[in-house]
């Protein structure tokens, strides 16, 4: 009797310490709390963030290491780049080349990495689609089209409406994913 009372104690004690362990877990995680884009699912991972683009950057491709490097010109790969203008965009107003694209520095969120970007974005678009309008509707050009993957890589026309080009871009159903399209030049020359 004395050990079938011992064992029911251990076993209800056993319950009760799981019950108090999962609750623990279940409590701990962060709230889901519903948004219009992720009312259905709390792992929706489908709303691309733009990172942190430096709209007051100058960067310039210094390919042939032309530029010194002085306090506030810092280098990245084969880019020479200043966080505000100064001494870079001097340089860059006397040696301006017209073929050249606009360079901004980039800071994608949780990083501490610069990249680099020429304002380009890569969308996937829904089967059936062309890109060609998909360019037009947007005042995009159209840069390279993967139709194997239904992904191409448009240009913008500038920085300044990006962030607003991207959300019209996402609301789009002709339209899986946008993102920005970077330049990571600790990877090489592209």
Same mark, same amino acid.
């Given at each position: 009797?004395?050990?079938?009372?011992?064992?029911?104690?251990?076993?209800?004690?056993?319950?009760?310490?799981?019950?108090?362990?999962?609750?623990?877990?279940?409590?701990?995680? @962060?709230?889901?709390?519903?948004?219009?884009?992720?009312?259905?699912?709390?792992?929706?991972?489908?709303?691309?963030?733009?990172?942190?683009?430096?709209?007051?950057?100058?960067?310039?491709?210094?390919?042939?290491?032309?530029?010194?490097?002085?306090?506030?010109?810092?280098?990245?790969?084969?880019?020479?780049?200043?966080?505000?203008?100064?001494?870079?965009?001097?340089?860059?107003?006397?040696?301006?080349?017209?073929? @050249?694209?606009?360079?901004?520095?980039?800071? @994608?969120?949780?990083?501490?990495?610069?990249?680099?970007?020429?304002?380009?974005?890569?969308?996937?678009?829904?089967?059936?689609?062309?890109?060609?309008?998909?360019?037009?509707?947007?005042?995009?050009?159209?840069?390279?089209?993967?139709?194997?993957?239904?992904?191409?890589?448009?240009?913008?026309?500038?920085?300044?409406?990006?962030?607003?080009?991207?959300?019209?871009?996402?609301?789009? @159903?002709?339209?899986?994913?946008?993102?920005?399209?970077?330049?990571?030049?600790?990877?090489?020359?592209?």
């Amino acid at each position: 009797m004395i050990i079938k009372s011992a064992s029911t104690n251990l076993f209800f004690l056993l319950c009760v310490f799981g019950v108090f362990s999962f609750q623990e877990r279940v409590l701990s995680q @962060e709230p889901f709390v519903p948004t219009e884009n992720n009312t259905d699912s709390q792992t929706d991972q489908s709303i691309y963030q733009l990172p942190i683009i430096f709209l007051q950057s100058v960067v310039i491709r210094d390919r042939d290491n032309l530029i010194p490097l002085l306090p506030d010109i810092k280098q990245l790969g084969d880019f020479k780049y200043e966080l505000m203008p100064g001494s870079l965009s001097s340089f860059y107003l006397t040696q301006a080349r017209s073929e @050249e694209p606009t360079y901004k520095l980039v800071q @994608e969120l949780n990083s501490d990495a610069y990249k680099i970007s020429d304002g380009s974005l890569l969308i996937e678009y829904v089967d059936g689609v062309s890109t060609a309008v998909i360019a037009n509707d947007y005042t995009l050009k159209l840069i390279l089209d993967f139709p194997s993957v239904r992904t191409a890589s448009f240009q913008s026309e500038n920085f300044s409406g990006l962030a607003e080009l991207v959300l019209a871009l996402m609301h789009d @159903e002709r339209i899986n994913s946008v993102t920005l399209d970077l330049i990571d030049p600790s990877v090489g020359p592209r």
